[in-house]
């Protein structure tokens, strides 16, 4: 009772990273609290699935099975989380900021009265004074706000469980060095779901494989608003290329059109560690930043020498990058073997 | 003959904080809030169109979009008929200050139930909060399916809607009676543009405070309602701060820390130079 529960989504049978990375966190919340780490897992045939939720410390699997569960569906998937909630009343629950989280946790917390935070860059445990009382304990959920251009610390004093969603990517994944002897809670579907939970039918899917993994890259060239059309973003290309490295790209570049959505770096994008950043045209607003600043090194090029970007850079030239690209081009096939 | 289909449209005037811009920052760093337009949140006028594109494909369809916010949010109704909406209400009262998503979709469910539409159709997330929370939580409270992330309605009757929505890494089909809420993503169709006689129709529309306001009489224009507490009922401590399980414990305004960076021209020595070190230290290559 009153554990730590992470809603795990799956897809194509497997875990998504992003929940694994909020087991991860949810460990270290409640080695805090000393309390306990638990998974929610719904699908079909994905009971396999739980030595990996025991080696990310997950002590209890509460697992959902049907045919009719394969795929998400909003109405017998709220109807299972929220009953779970009601009977074990979690302390903490947390959910990835997927299509699928971002659309389930809203609808628990409102069935809960429980309030929710979207897109954590960040989890800790804390106190909190008011005028009436204080609290010890709280998960203080730590958000971008406002366009980036203010970082809340939000509070649940009072509702359970305080609930929150992170974007994947934005918490490190580690495994334990020996799994937790966990063991399975089977959740009896039937007794919890009616047929008006599955009013809403699928008639058709298509998945697109996933082809730009720019978080998986280990040096990014990202272009922004500053690269000033889609045909210029080919120097963006130019540049990844002869580095072996991936494109990225702002928020305003994808905007604009410059480039697809999947290269999107930052709050509302994805988030990525890359061992080297280059960072061109890029003004660097704080909503860009939170995608990118875990970068071991980062290059900024920018003609505006109070760019906000060049603040965060370990090198930050002040220049054009029409011109500072094709001579990095040069000079690196010059200069490497 | 098919019955008359019911459409709320949910629409938030937000600060638009895309183009903060240098004169929207103060001396300190911090946003000065006053200096950003205020703007129809962008995924609703999507949402809008969509509503508009029901209307075209159905007999009789009735478009009332629905606000909530301070007394100059009128604006977003205003702009709202001008595109194709029947009526608009604004909802307003002190009481809802302050209210996190939680509260804000207890206001708005109260309103809607007043209205007792098939369809409740918002743009999925606001970007002054980019929560995405609002629209299922509506859902949730009116009991209603949800249909989040829409990109386009592809079939609908008085019953039944059938709906294309985008996911990370595809689209999916779905169906689903109505009632049905449904939130509506940035990469579905922009809005149609105002249309000249609908502006010039209702250029004048009013809520009562603001006739009142501007001394205005309210002629033949459409007036604007206005609702309240009195009007939506319900829980009193369900509205506002009170109602809100979420407080804000602390707010940072973002002021960039400088950290050491080497400040390089765009000279061939500066560029070679890095290079150079970026190699040997195998960064690169």
Not at chain 1, 272 to 295: E, N, Y
Not at chain 2, 196 to 201: E, I, N, S, T
């Amino acid at each position: 009772m009153n554990n730590i529960i992470v809603y795990c989504e799956t897809d194509n049978g497997a875990l998504c990273d992003v929940s694994l990375e909020l087991l991860t966190k949810a460990r270290e919340l409640a080695g805090t609290l000393s309390c306990n780490v638990e998974a929610l897992l719904i699908g079909h045939n994905v009971k396999g699935l739980a030595d990996v939720l025991y080696s990310y410390g997950a002590s209890v699997v509460h697992l959902a099975e049907d045919p009719r569960l394969e795929f998400y569906r909003t109405l017998p998937y709220a109807a299972i989380t929220i009953s779970l909630f009601k009977e074990q009343k979690p302390q903490i629950a947390l959910f990835g900021a997927t299509s699928v989280g971002r659309d389930l946790a809203p609808r628990v917390s409102s069935a809960l009265h429980s309030g929710l935070t979207a897109d954590c860059t960040s989890l800790e445990i804390g106190d909190h004074q008011d005028k009436e009382k204080q609290y010890s304990n709280l998960l203080y959920q730590i958000r971008p706000a406002f366009g980036g251009n203010i970082i809340a610390t939000i509070i649940n004093p009072e509702c359970r469980p305080q609930m929150a969603t992170v974007r994947e990517g934005v918490m490190k994944k580690e495994p334990l060095l020996s799994p937790v002897n966990g063991s399975i809670h089977q959740i009896d579907v039937n007794s919890v779901l009616s047929e008006g939970d599955f009013v809403v039918e699928i008639i058709e899917r298509e998945i697109e494989e996933r082809k730009i993994d720019i978080k998986g890259a280990q040096i990014i060239v990202a272009g922004g608003f500053g690269v000033g059309s889609k045909e210029n973003f080919q120097l963006i290309y130019d540049l990844a290329k002869v580095l072996g490295a991936e494109v990225g790209a702002s928020r305003a570049a994808v905007d604009a059109g410059f480039v697809e959505h999947a290269r999107q770096i930052g709050q509302t994008g994805v988030t990525v560690r890359p061992k080297l950043f280059i960072s061109c045209g890029i003004s660097g607003q704080i909503q860009h930043t939170a995608g990118m600043d875990g970068s071991s090194m980062i290059i900024s090029i920018n003609n505006d020498p109070e760019a906000p970007i060049h603040k965060i850079a370990d090198y930050a030239i002040v220049g054009d990058l029409n011109e500072v690209i094709p001579k990095i081009i040069k000079s690196y096939k010059q200069n490497s073997k | 003959m098919t019955k008359k289909v019911r459409i709320v449209v949910l629409a938030k005037q937000v600060p638009d904080t895309r183009n903060v811009g240098k004169d929207a920052m103060k001396e300190d760093g911090t946003v000065n809030r006053s200096a950003l337009p205020a703007i129809f949140n962008p995924e609703d006028m999507n949402a809008l169109e969509q509503a508009l594109r029901i209307k075209d494909l159905l007999d009789d369809v009735e478009i009332t979009l629905l606000t909530m916010g301070p007394g100059r949010a009128a604006d977003i109704i205003r702009e709202g008929l001008y595109r194709g909406a029947d009526g608009g209400i604004l909802l307003t009262d002190r009481k809802f200050a302050g209210a996190d998503t939680l509260a804000t979709s207890y206001a708005l469910s109260q309103a809607i139930k007043k209205i007792s539409p098939d369809i409740i159709i918002a743009g999925r997330q606001a970007i002054d909060g980019d929560t995405a929370q609002v629209g299922p939580q509506v859902a949730e409270k009116m009991g209603w399916p949800q249909i989040t992330y829409a990109e386009e309605v592809l079939e609908v009757n008085d019953s039944k809607i059938t709906i294309r929505r985008r996911l990370e890494r595809g689209v999916e089909t779905v169906t689903s009676p109505l009632p049905v809420l449904i939130t509506v993503t940035a990469t579905a169709a922009p809005c149609r543009p105002r249309h000249a006689k609908r502006l010039l129709k209702n250029k004048n529309a009013r809520t009562m405070s603001e006739l009142q306001a501007e001394s205005l009489e309210q002629g033949n224009a459409y007036l604007i309602p206005e609702w309240g507490f009195n009007e939506i009922g319900g829980d009193e401590k369900s509205y506002g701060m009170s109602g809100s399980p979420t407080k804000v414990k602390k707010i940072e305004n973002i002021i960039l820390q400088a950290k050491e960076s080497k400040i390089l021209s765009s000279s061939d020595a500066d560029i070679d130079m890095l290079v150079k070190e970026l190699i040997a230290s195998h960064t690169i290559g």
